[in-house]
């Protein structure tokens, strides 16, 4: 063999061992993208499921997953729409089973090699069904004052979807912050029986409005329609609405769901996802969740009430005040 032709073949074997060398070297997750699926029983434009889904999204355009997901997947189809995707491969499965608890739990025992990551109600289950929730009663409490301290009436009202544990706390919280700014604020408390009926939400504040409240809680879509047409102020939840209406909507409690998906990707593609609670990186101090920006209302919050909402954010930060947990149905004062 001519020395240029050996040296060249040594050059080659030499790159190529560097290659496979660096190839082995990178994490497993690294090397392909996580086979992800969600199913949401709303439209992904509703509230609490449009947070789930603004993270996978982020999630796949960072080239992490492949991202598909079924929504308006009525109870009775999500047993049969689960077990699709866990035929179809996907490796994490996300949704909300508050509905189908038991049925969603049997797919999980069914599929042991899949992982599932699920808002629920319930605790977690080995070997690979885990839970979270919108824990975000700690911005709910701080929304909360900022409404006390808008209403010039001292009279609240509260629109929900369901009068489930999971509405209750962040109801009570809201209420609670709210009293510490006011003491003798009152509350007018509706339950709308859906999770996405803007319409049915729109006449409930409405009544509201009527009876006398100038500032709504709008815990679903719809409130704050009828607050913009009626000239009152609204409290957004989950999701910050004030870019829609910039002259109703003065805070919101909002959720972010990134800290939760985040971690259930990586624990996915090491190989190290189990049946855990996440609901805890829904808090504060892990920013699943805070205070959205005063906006355009930065200037029309009285200074005072700024500087308290301040302090108590500082308070909850630094562990020094725990946000309540109160899990029983609200009821109106009035």
Not at 8 to 25: D, E
């Amino acid at each position: 063999m001519k020395p240029f032709a050996r040296r060249s073949l040594l050059n080659l074997v030499a790159a190529s061992a560097v290659l496979i060398s660096a190839t082995a070297a990178m994490p497993v997750w690294a090397q392909a993208k996580l086979k992800v699926a969600a199913i949401y029983t709303v439209p992904v434009e509703q509230q609490w499921v449009s947070r789930i889904h603004k993270a996978l999204n982020e999630a796949k355009a960072r080239g992490e997953i492949d991202y598909v997901f079924s929504e308006n997947t009525a109870n009775a189809d999500y047993e049969r729409v689960m077990r699709q995707y866990a035929e179809g491969g996907n490796t994490l499965i996300l949704g909300e089973v508050f509905g189908v608890e038991a049925a969603a739990r049997k797919v999980a025992k069914d599929y042991p090699k899949a992982s599932f990551l699920m808002g629920s109600s319930g605790k977690p289950q080995a070997p690979n069904f885990s839970v979270f929730d919108n824990y975000i009663q700690e911005p709910a409490y701080l929304s909360g004052m900022v409404a006390g301290g808008m209403s010039k009436g001292g009279h609240i009202g509260m629109v929900g979807g369901y009068p489930i544990p999971e509405v209750n706390r962040l109801m009570h919280a809201f209420m609670l912050g709210a009293k510490e700014i006011n003491p003798k604020v009152k509350f007018t408390v509706s339950f709308i029986g859906s999770w996405f009926d803007p319409p049915k939400a729109k006449e409930a504040a409405f009544a509201m409005i009527d009876k006398g409240a100038d500032v709504l809680y709008a815990e679903r879509f719809g409130v704050s329609d009828a607050a913009k047409e009626k000239g009152k102020l609204a409290i957004g939840n989950v999701i910050n609405t004030q870019p829609q209406y910039p002259d109703t909507v003065v805070a919101s409690a909002l959720w972010n769901m990134e800290p939760t998906v985040d971690l259930a990707i990586k624990k996915a593609k090491s190989g190290q996802f189990k049946g855990e609670d996440y609901g805890p990186y829904s808090m504060m101090k892990f920013k699943g969740s805070e205070l959205a920006p005063l906006g355009t209302f930065e200037s029309k919050v009285p200074a005072e009430v700024v500087a308290k909402v301040k302090a108590k954010q500082a308070a909850i930060l630094s562990g020094a005040f725990k946000v309540p947990v109160v899990e029983t149905e609200p009821k109106s004062s009035n």
